[in-house]
């Protein structure tokens, strides 16, 4: 019995003596104050008793108190705290206090209202002509308060690790190597910043001829070549509205009416935000930022964040009016990006942390633990406002955004103070460091990675290429490579292989592409393939990679595919930033895997073609790359069109037209966002039904099983309908999705929200029986509604379902009903 007694005395007594106590009294008569809730930062810690104590634990440094009718009061952490509350006079309870309640001041909300409604009109976009010239810097360091304290910190554990014997500890080489890389970057921040970045730019906007962004200079620390998918990195409200204004996060904060002021020279409504989280918890007093709108405009002037925890971060954005439109004037960003943590021996001897893993759990208690935070500081600066002055159609040539200079010698004329000596020790130290331990390629990894490609040296390999599933090949395993900019700047060849585990064929193919232009796409691409493909695919010619990435299971559950040897030569060019076009010749021999007969021509064919592709994306904004057009900022409306002729030439068994197009648009509204997909295509003469179209279903049609109805969102494929069963050789569908206009949170911290679907198809087939193979012809509205739950209960990936209804609903409930999990992709 004494022994279980023991370690339990040893647990409560613990617990109890690791708590703090607080004492709670009023000045006025020294008497114990009831019910005094005691915060840290936004945080509830409890509420004092009926003696006005409370025990509590913390690592915060400072805790708020407050208590109905006494004054708010904030005290350091001690082991034992004895506190004095004001009480409020009469005088003082008889002011209109802003008193928070868990709902929004009504007035608040109708100045807000109207400047959602406004925004347009105040918009610089608003005007027919602008330009003006920004400087941004970023910024990666420590605290600037705690910068001396840090510099000495890290003197003192240098010397303190130079008097250590490290041959007795043993590292792996991994270990000993992040080690040293670890040792070096601390070297180098000593005296400097971790990272600095710095920018200026031109902006121009015509409502005739668009947008250009032209980077006049820019210099990273350790880089010598710019990133330049970096370089459309925008952390600013510029052209954007701060996430708390939006409509579809309205009942994310609480807003309420603060003051009315004269702020330079104009009257001023200042708005307070409060994020909802857990009511019962959080501070009263506590808010998350002020909006500040121009009274007679209704327009966005100020803008300030501060995050939940403190010096966690806050963002200061201020806007100035020109000629009745309201510019961003400056910006100023703090966020905290982690912390760096050292092990201290309570000997004030310095430790690393390898030694700390080598120690045994019983000789932990030796080491105290020293942290710095690390900050991330963005200072974007706006001038030289030109308005209505006469542009060029030239000035707007190319993509949307492109570089003069990436040296760093025009900077100098842009900055709006002067560096300071820290940060121009950055150049030096940060590049030595980068050189050193070749971060450069290690970057260059992770912006291909974006583009869908994994990148080893000269070699990109295409992550679309590595495995995929479909109901005819089972599981194919192959990889796509191809020799990027680092092999030639001119020549890229490529190559790619797969094995079906069903079917037990290998595929393959190989291509080289001649880049004409180093100014814009213009890439002429001969290449030959032995692959099989879907029957009936709408055509993806001008697509992006995500996509593509979407469609990746498209076909699951089809097994109609057919064999294609084909020869092809190929110009992509980009006509401008908007408009891009690909024109195709091919020679192909094609031949059916599934039970199937054309007219009297048998299943196999040789085809002779010429097609075109077309892309218009009027609101997309890019960049010339050394590994080819980037898209930064997807914009819509975006319409895609692919026409393709087979000929009887050349050995051509076929003679066939085929159209279609796909139109995207994505618009915000009070509803929330709604995304609309419009598409359809026509084919007639000689062809065979993969050169119609299969109106994509995701179902298997011949299970039974309720797994076949689980699946993942598509493009333009329909959950319910069984795959494979519909062609038409003329159709037209419909795809509308709205994100209702509000989240909300589950578990963890991420906001989940709910989005409704509706899509509908409706073809026909002039020449049926000319297809011998069992099929349906769509001559009537196929539709389905669905809903999906996007980061179910908090995590990374949404849940939904879909339901038939109309004309092709059965009245089996699990034939019409279908369930699709969604990966969310930051």
């Not at 701060?242 to 702020?263: A, G, H, I, V």
């Not at 409060?274 to 019962?280: L, S």
């Not at 290449?527 to 979407?550: H, I, L």
């Not at 087979?646 to 159209?659: A, K, P, Q, V």
Request: net charge positive; glycine share 6%.
């Amino acid at each position: 019995m004494t022994k279980l007694l023991s370690p339990l005395f040893l647990f409560f007594s613990v617990l109890y003596f690791g708590q703090l106590q607080l004492k709670v009294f009023s000045k006025a008569d020294k008497k114990p104050i009831q019910n005094a809730a005691v915060y840290c930062d936004d945080n509830l810690l409890g509420k004092t008793n009926y003696d006005g104590v409370l025990s509590f634990k913390t690592k915060c440094k400072k805790v708020e108190i407050l208590a109905s009718n006494f004054e708010d009061v904030t005290v350091d952490i001690k082991k034992l705290m004895d506190v004095a509350m004001q009480p409020l006079s009469e005088k003082q309870n008889n002011i209109d206090r802003v008193v928070i309640t868990d709902k929004s001041d009504p007035r608040a909300l109708k100045i807000l209202d109207e400047v959602n409604k406004r925004e347009k009109e105040n918009s610089p976009k608003s005007l027919d002509i602008y330009q003006f010239k920004s400087y941004s810097k970023f910024s990666f360091d420590v605290d600037k308060d705690s910068i001396d304290t840090f510099k000495n910190f890290l003197a003192t554990r240098k010397d303190s690790l130079a008097k250590i014997d490290h041959s007795e500890f043993k590292q792996k080489e991994s270990e000993k190597k992040d080690s040293l890389i670890n040792e070096d970057f601390l070297n180098a921040s000593q005296e400097s910043q971790m990272f600095l970045w710095e920018k200026a730019a031109e902006y121009k906007y015509s409502r005739k001829y668009g947008e250009k962004t032209n980077i006049i200079d820019n210099r990273m620390s350790g880089f010598k070549n710019p990133i330049y998918e970096a370089l459309a990195i925008n952390v600013s409200h510029l052209n954007k509205t701060p996430k708390q204004l939006r409509p579809e996060n309205r009942k994310l904060f609480n807003f309420y009416m603060s003051d009315t002021l004269q702020l330079d020279g104009r009257k001023t409504y200042v708005i307070k935000f409060k994020e909802i989280t857990d009511k019962k918890k959080q501070n009263p007093r506590k808010f998350n930022g002020k909006i500040y709108i121009d009274s007679e405009t209704y327009a966005l002037k100020k803008f300030e964040s501060a995050n939940k925890k403190r010096n966690e971060g806050d963002i200061v954005s201020v806007w100035k009016p020109i000629e009745g439109k309201w510019f961003l004037d400056y910006e100023d960003i703090k966020l905290k990006m982690g912390d760096q943590t050292f092990n201290t021996s309570k000997k004030d001897s310095i430790k690393t942390d390898s030694l700390k893993k080598e120690a045994k759990l019983s000789d932990r208690q030796k080491y105290n633990r020293k942290t710095f935070g690390n900050y991330l500081y963005v200072k974007n600066r706006f001038f030289d406002f030109e308005l209505n002055k006469p542009q060029k159609a030239s000035d707007f040539k190319g993509y949307s955004l492109e570089m003069k200079s990436s040296d760093g010698s025009l900077l100098q004329q842009y900055r709006t103070d002067s560096l300071t000596t820290r940060e121009s020790a950055t150049y030096t130290k940060i590049d030595s460091f980068v050189q050193k331990h070749d971060f450069e390629k290690k970057l260059s990894f992770l912006t291909q990675l974006m583009r869908g490609n994994l990148r080893y040296k000269m070699i990109d390999f295409d992550l679309t290429k590595f495995f995929s599933y479909d109901k005819y090949q089972g599981l194919r395993l192959g990889a796509g490579v191809k020799l990027n900019e680092k092999f030639s700047k001119t020549f890229s060849p490529d190559g790619y292989f797969g094995y079906g585990f069903k079917d037990h064929t290998w595929k393959y193919g190989l291509g080289l592409d001649i880049k004409l232009s180093d100014k814009r796409t213009s890439v002429f691409r001969i290449d030959y393939a032995d692959d099989v493909f879907a029957a009936g695919r709408f055509s993806n010619t001008m697509w992006d990679m995500m996509m593509k990435v979407n469609d990746i299971n498209l076909d699951i559950h089809n097994a109609a595919f057919y064999k294609n040897q084909k020869w092809g030569a190929s110009f992509l060019y980009d006509i401008s930033n908007s408009l891009s076009m690909k024109i195709a010749v091919n020679k192909e021999k094609q031949q059916a895997l599934f039970d199937y007969q054309y007219k009297n021509l048998g299943n196999s064919f040789d085809n002779t073609s010429a097609a075109l592709s077309l892309k218009f994306a009027p609101n997309d904004k890019n960049i010339m790359t050394p590994s080819g057009k980037y898209t930064y900022e997807k914009g819509y409306p975006q319409i895609f069109m692919n026409y393709e002729k087979g000929f009887e030439t050349l050995g051509g068994d076929l003679d066939y037209h085929r159209l279609d197009a796909l139109i995207i648009h994505q618009f915000r509204s009070k509803l929330g966002y709604t995304n609309i997909k419009l598409f359809g295509g026509i084919s007639s003469g000689t062809a065979p039904i993969w050169k119609n179209f299969e109106i994509t279903g995701q179902r298997d049609q011949n299970s039974v099983n309720w797994s076949s109805a689980i699946n993942t969102p598509t493009n333009l494929g329909f959950t319910t309908m069984p795959s494979g069963r519909f062609f038409a050789d003329r159709f037209v569908g419909f795809k509308i999705s709205q994100d209702l206009p509000f989240r909300f949170k589950t578990f963890g911290t991420r906001y989940s929200n709910i989005e409704l679907e509706y899509q509908s198809a409706i073809g026909g087939f002039k020449n049926r029986a000319d297809h011998q193979f069992e099929f349906q012809v769509l001559d009537h509205y196929y539709q389905e509604v669905g809903l999906i739950w996007n980061r179910f209960l908090g995590r990374s990936f949404g849940v939904g379902f879909s339901y038939r209804f109309g004309y092709y609903q059965t009245s089996q409930f699990k034939d019409n009903f279908g369930i699709k999990i969604r990966l969310n992709v930051l």
